[in-house]
């Protein structure tokens, strides 16, 4: 099947600084990247979609300056936390799409960011 | 706002019993996916149903998709601690965005 390589797995940072997060579709063109944020137990919540060569798409009540998207190839995606705090620990995951199967999602192993 | 409502959300059951988690909406769905998630991990994708009535069987696990294409389920016989973790509903919405149910924490002890 369609694998998803999300780095790092656990990052830990100071309160401030900013942290990038990479997804990689390894065996397929992903026309369009989805990122979603998500707390213990809890399901996935859609924080962006981001479709190859152009702007992201936010959710509502998400701070596109805050959660920087950037999705430069069909193979690439980063999620960039910037001036992180303590608030933005969370668990994160990348998930990838093709334009042939527009209902199937092949999500990334999740990224546990910890600010401290 | 089309919505899907997972029950239950916590189910701990001792090992050899049978459950049955329900995933429901008053919108229809084109399709329709159950992904299982353990911690520290992404979800992985266990079944797709695409057409009303459909059943899809993965070894123990049972899915059925209602004939209006607004209800699913997934029935697990036999749960071993193995069966242990998160288990997500989840149907492609109208905007062509994946919409999730709440999710069913599955505790199975032994």
């Known amino acids: 099947g369609a694998v998803v390589s999300q780095h790092p797995s656990w990052v830990i940072c100071k309160s401030g600084t900013s942290v990038k997060i990479e997804c990689r579709s390894l065996?397929?063109?992903?026309?369009?990247m989805f990122w979603y944020r998500q707390f213990p137990k809890q399901s996935l919540m859609l924080m962006a979609t981001?479709?190859?060569?152009?702007?992201?798409?936010?959710e509502q009540g998400v701070e596109k300056d805050k959660f920087l998207i950037n999705h430069a190839s069909l193979t690439l995606s980063t999620l960039t936390v910037t001036s992180a705090h303590p608030e933005d620990s969370s668990f994160y995951i990348c998930?990838?799409?093709?334009?042939?199967?527009?209902?199937?999602?092949?999500f990334g192993a999740g990224t546990r960011l910890s600010v401290l | 706002t089309q919505l899907l409502e997972q029950s239950p959300q916590f189910l701990s059951i001792q090992e050899g019993e049978n459950l049955t988690v329900y995933c429901n909406s008053s919108?229809?769905?084109?399709?329709l996916q159950w992904y299982r998630q353990e911690p520290g991990e992404g979800p992985v994708l266990l079944v797709t149903?695409?057409?009303?009535?459909e059943v899809k069987k993965l070894k123990r696990l049972t899915f059925q998709f209602g004939d209006a294409r607004k209800d699913s389920s997934l029935h697990i016989t036999a749960a071993q601690p193995g069966d242990t973790g998160l288990y997500l509903c989840?149907?492609?919405?109208?905007?062509?965005?994946?919409?999730f149910g709440q999710g069913t924490t599955l505790q199975v002890k032994p």
């Open positions: 998930s990838a799409r093709t334009v042939l199967a527009k209902n199937i999602q092949y």
């Open positions: 065996d397929f063109q992903a026309t369009t």
């Open positions: 981001s479709n190859e060569g152009s702007k992201a798409t936010y």
């Open positions: 919108s229809v769905f084109s399709s």
């Open positions: 149903v695409v057409t009303g009535g």
């Open positions: 989840a149907g492609l919405g109208n905007t062509g965005k994946l919409i």
